[in-house]
C-alpha cells in the first residue's frame, strides 16, 4: 500500500504536540520556560496554519459539518461534560475535592462556564472548539469567495485578513468575545494563509 502521508507535515504536528505537552507542564508547576515568549508565540498559530493545509469542503456544507462534528465537537462536548462538569462536581460533593479552576458546583452553571467564563478545569480543550469554528469561519469565506470566479483566490485572502485583523483589534482592545470566537477571528488568519499559500504553490508548479 502506498504511503500518502506527507512528513513534514507530520514532523510539524509531533513538533506542536511536544510543545504544548511541554509548555502545560511548565505552566503547572509554574517553572519558567526557555524562550517561553518564542515558543508562545508561533506553537498554537501553527496548529492552525497546518490545519489549512487539509482544508477541504467535503461537497457541502452539511458534510462539512458533520464532518468536522464528529472530529472536534464531540470530543469537546464529551471531554468537557465528563472531566470539567461531571468528575468536577463528582470529587467535589463526595470527597470534598477542589478541581483547580473548578468554580461552580451546580450543574447548570457549570454546563455553561465555557461559554461564561471560559476558563473552566481542562481547560487546553479550548483549541478543539476553537478549531471547529475555525473551520466554520473558513468553510463561510470559501463559499462566498467561490461565487467570484477567476479572482476567489483574491476573494478569499481578503475575507481570510478582514476577519483576522477584527480578531487581532478585539485581543488589542481586550474585547472578549464568548466561546473563544474572538481567538477564532484571529486564527482564521493562519488557517488562510496556508491554505492559499498551498494553493498557489500547485498552480505555480503546474504552470511551470
Known amino acids: 500500500m502506498a504511503n500518502n502521508r506527507i512528513e513534514y507535515i507530520d514532523l510539524a504536528k509531533g513538533m506542536c504536540i511536544i510543545l504544548?505537552?511541554?509548555f502545560h507542564i511548565f505552566a503547572y508547576y509554574q517553572i519558567s520556560m526557555p524562550a517561553g515568549y518564542f515558543f508562545r508565540a508561533f506553537r498554537m498559530p501553527l496548529y492552525f496554519f497546518l490545519s489549512g493545509v487539509f482544508f477541504k469542503t467535503y461537497g457541502s456544507f452539511g458534510n462539512f459539518l458533520k464532518k468536522k462534528t464528529n472530529k472536534l465537537l464531540i470530543p469537546f462536548i464529551f471531554f468537557y461534560l465528563t472531566l470539567s462538569v461531571f468528575i468536577s462536581i463528582f470529587l467535589y460533593k463526595y470527597f470534598g475535592i477542589v478541581i483547580e479552576k473548578a468554580k461552580n458546583f451546580d450543574i447548570l452553571p457549570a454546563l455553561t462556564e465555557f461559554i461564561t467564563r471560559e476558563n473552566f478545569p481542562n481547560s487546553p480543550i479550548w483549541f478543539l472548539l476553537c478549531l471547529f469554528e475555525v473551520n466554520i469561519l473558513f468553510f463561510l469565506c470559501h463559499f462566498i469567495a467561490d461565487k467570484y470566479g477567476k479572482i476567489r483566490l483574491k476573494v478569499l485572502i481578503a475575507l481570510s485578513m478582514s476577519i483576522?485583523?477584527?480578531?487581532?483589534?478585539?485581543?488589542v482592545f481586550k474585547v472578549n468575545i464568548p466561546m473563544f470566537i474572538d481567538s477564532s477571528m484571529t486564527a482564521i488568519l493562519y488557517d488562510g494563509i496556508c491554505y492559499q499559500s498551498l494553493h498557489i504553490s500547485i498552480k505555480t508548479k503546474y504552470a511551470g
Open 20 to 22: 504544548v505537552v511541554v
Open 164 to 171: 483576522g485583523m477584527c480578531g487581532l483589534l478585539f485581543s
